[in-house]
């Protein structure tokens, strides 16, 4: 992997030159980890004139789920504690003869922008922007494999949970046995808080999970995603709790389910973003469900639960191939419930069999 690394170092470094910085900081921890391998806690990466450091408070701990080091990547840890690595980074690129340091302004905080300025006022800071994120956009097959294996262990969980008695029990409670199906199957932990949402809760996206009991003739529907060596995915189901499902549920499950198909259809190098937002959102708003729908069909996943790119209806942009990413299109009805399908999917050409579903729990309407 020490080449993998390295490589994507060399790609930034080569945005930077062609922006006019020679050196960058990097310090929001998902980027760290994408270029270093790992991010230990307020760790930052410099990318020096001469060499690029990992700084870090304390020596980095080895923990496969977070990620290891670097082999080819020096390690500089501060000598004093309570210091931020940040602005320690700053003067160690100082002490080279550095004059300007290109900076991630949408993860700094204005105080730590000022400290460094403070500290190292000879340095120029520009602004790196989104560079980074938009290294990560597309996947190469390691970081795949990463999601493939997550997802692999979310559907586990999910499948398990559906095979147990629902009735009586409470959504907290069925969140916390996935989440710990989840680590029992090999995940790092859960992608995001899992979401189980019943009755009239059903449907709404990133609901939290209360005290109320499952009963016979709900809806139940879950999201829920694991963390594998850092990359996360994402799943959400629904299902009628009991008994045959009614014809209002039918009705309205095969119309988020033709939407979710339609977008999922839509996964192709060179779609629009947008494009794949308005083929769920036409099928749903055709329906006249216009009013309440989520502002998005879905986005980009990885080293973080939500990534570029946005699927959704002002979105810009064109999708590449090897880019994860979910479509969850839903639709809640104030006080009766709702249907929510989520998958994750790894955008791939034609050639190739098209896109490439990660998460496999079967989207047949279920009555439990």
Not at 90 to 110: F, N, P
Not at 139 to 160: F, N, P, T, V
């Amino acid at each position: 992997m020490s080449e993998v690394y390295a490589s994507r170092r060399t790609r930034l470094r080569e945005r930077c030159n062609a922006s006019g910085s020679a050196t960058a900081l990097i310090s929001r921890p998902a980027n760290v980890r994408y270029l270093a391998g790992a991010a230990p806690a307020g760790a930052v990466l410099l990318l020096g004139r001469r060499e690029d450091l990992l700084v870090c408070t304390d020596p980095p701990e080895d923990r496969p789920s977070e990620g290891r080091p670097d082999e080819a990547l020096r390690v500089h840890c501060l000598h004093r504690p309570g210091g931020d690595p940040a602005v320690a980074a700053a003067d160690l690129l100082v002490g080279e003869g550095g004059d300007s340091l290109a900076v991630e302004e949408h993860h700094l905080t204005v105080a730590r922008h000022r400290e460094l300025r403070s500290v190292a006022p000879q340095l120029r800071l520009a602004d790196l922007g989104g560079a980074v994120e938009q290294l990560r956009v597309v996947k190469d097959e390691e970081e795949i494999s990463c999601l493939r294996i997550g997802a692999e262990i979310a559907d586990q969980a999910l499948g398990e949970l559906l095979e147990s008695i629902l009735v009586g029990r409470t959504e907290r409670h069925l969140a916390l046995e996935l989440e710990r199906r989840l680590v029992d199957h090999g995940a790092d932990g859960p992608a995001f808080p899992t979401s189980v949402a019943t009755g009239p809760n059903s449907g709404r996206r990133g609901h939290r999970p209360t005290d109320r009991r499952v009963e016979e003739g709900d809806f139940l529907s879950v999201c829920l995603g694991a963390s594998y060596r850092g990359y996360r995915c994402e799943i959400g189901r629904t299902f009628v709790i009991g008994t045959s499902p009614a014809d209002w549920q039918i009705e309205l499950y095969d119309l988020v389910f033709a939407a979710q198909r339609a977008a999922r259809e839509a996964l192709a190098p060179g779609a629009a973003f947008r494009d794949v937002d308005r083929a769920a959102r036409h099928i749903l708003d055709s329906a006249g469900h216009s009013e309440g729908l989520p502002a998005l069909t879905g986005h980009g996943v990885g080293l973080e639960i939500e990534e570029d790119p946005q699927l959704s209806p002002a979105a810009m942009g064109k999708l590449d191939a090897c880019v994860p990413v979910t479509v969850e299109p839903g639709v809640h009805l104030p006080g009766r419930g709702g249907v929510r399908i989520d998958d994750t999917l790894v955008v791939r050409p034609e050639a190739d069999g098209g896109p490439e579903l990660l998460t496999i729990t079967t989207k047949e309407l279920l009555a439990l």
